[in-house]
């Protein structure tokens, strides 16, 4: 686990168990030889390169927002529209 690529070491031995076997019944220095050369051996396989997603195209998000619709009477408000938002308001108070 000390090597760069130890957690790849660790990935093969555990796919390859009868690799991993093999080498836990050497000796000591031997077993480290060996793990040195698999390391060194994954270390110089270059790696597949990656396929790319089948995955549709993220969807384009909608743009611009409609502006909230304001309670208070304002100057923009027609005359019909000022009067509902004014009479709501004096509802309200009440």
């Known amino acids: 686990m000390e090597a760069d690529n130890g957690d790849e070491v660790a990935y093969y031995l555990a796919k390859h168990e009868k690799e991993a076997s093999r080498i836990a019944q050497l000796p000591p220095r031997q077993c480290v030889f060996q793990l040195g050369l698999l390391a060194a051996k994954l270390a110089a396989t270059p790696e597949k390169p990656k396929a790319p997603s089948k995955a549709p195209a993220p969807i384009t998000p909608l743009a611009g927002v409609a502006q909230p619709a304001q309670a208070e009477p304002s100057e923009q408000d027609d005359m019909a529209?000022?009067?509902?938002?004014?009479?709501?308001?004096?509802?309200?108070?009440?």
Request: glycine share 0%; net charge positive; charged share 45%.
């Open 81 to 94: 529209t000022w009067v509902k938002k004014r009479q709501k308001q004096l509802a309200a108070r009440r």
